[in-house]
Nanobody, 120 residues
């Protein structure tokens, strides 16, 4: 079993910043791709960005230049630094991790989500 726990969400004013964390734990042998997704009310879940095991990143056009994904492989933790936040960034943010467990199983795990609200 692999578990993901997000933290760091909250209420912030437009133009402000937040940093989300996603900590993976459990029977982890390796973590390959990790990613952040978000879902606004009444909308489908969408990709925010992903990071590979070597640190290469890809972002949705809507967040390029404002959001930065990083990871600490020693801590099995991924981060999302969000700057210049806009009201349209309001959503529940989810992290995802794909990799291999200690018994050889392949996992594709989601966290429970953390709310980010951008409002004055």
């Amino acid at each position: 079993q692999v578990q993901l726990v997000e933290s760091g969400g909250g209420l912030v004013q437009p133009g402000g910043s937040l940093r989300l964390s996603c900590a993976a734990s459990g029977s982890i042998f390796s973590i390959n791709t990790m990613g952040w997704y978000r879902q606004a009310p009444g909308k489908q879940r969408e990709l925010v960005g992903v990071i590979g095991s070597g640190g290469r990143t890809n972002y949705a056009d809507s967040v390029k230049g404002r959001f930065t994904i990083s990871r600490d492989n020693a801590k099995n933790t991924m981060y999302l630094q969000m700057n210049s936040l806009k009201p349209e960034d309001t959503a529940v943010y989810y992290c995802n991790a794909q990799g291999q467990g200690t018994l050889g199983f392949i996992y594709d795990q989601w966290g429970q989500g953390t709310q980010v609200t951008v409002s004055s």
